[in-house]
């Protein structure tokens, strides 16, 4: 969602992925190998540039996660089939929960619309995750 962790130059897209994010989500957690002091101070920088709703920076959760992967167990009180890792590397992604993760490119600090794409993945996941009516007679 930066360029690059420690230096929090947004990607474009970063509020209206994020603000879409905290209207859609439960829940927004972060994984991240910085230091969370850091990595929340990085947020912080972003939220009052702008680029972080006000909102979702007072919620959002760090997720204390240490080994190869950044394992969905690590996440609190959920289950891995309840969360979506979106993430630019491969690498991190556990190969038994691959199917819970949403790529995205990675970025090269220029002008991108990746995080619309990705949105709009996420918005197909939610649309498919949202219970249907049954078709009965009544």
């Known amino acids: 969602m930066v360029d690059d962790a420690l230096s929090g130059r947004a990607r474009p897209g970063l509020r209206d992925f994020l603000t879409f994010c905290h209207e859609r989500f439960r ?8 230091e969370e002091a850091d990595a929340r101070e990085v947020m912080s920088d972003l ?3 702008g680029h972080v709703p006000p ?4 919620r959002l959760e760090f997720v204390d996660w240490s080994g190869q992967y950044k394992d969905l167990a690590f996440v609190p009180a959920a289950a891995p089939d309840e969360v979506l890792l979106v993430d630019d590397d491969a690498g991190w992604v556990r190969l038994d929960q691959r199917d819970r993760w949403v790529k ?3 970025w090269d600090g220029g002008p991108d619309a990746e995080l619309a794409r990705v949105r709009t993945v996420l918005e197909g996941w ?4 949202e219970p249907r009516p049954s078709g009965g007679a009544g």
């Open 27 to 34: 829940r927004v957690v972060m994984f991240t190998t910085v």
């Open 47 to 49: 939220a009052g540039g």
């Open 55 to 58: 909102a979702l920076h007072a």
């Open 104 to 106: 995205v490119a990675p």
């Open 126 to 129: 939610l649309a498919d995750a």
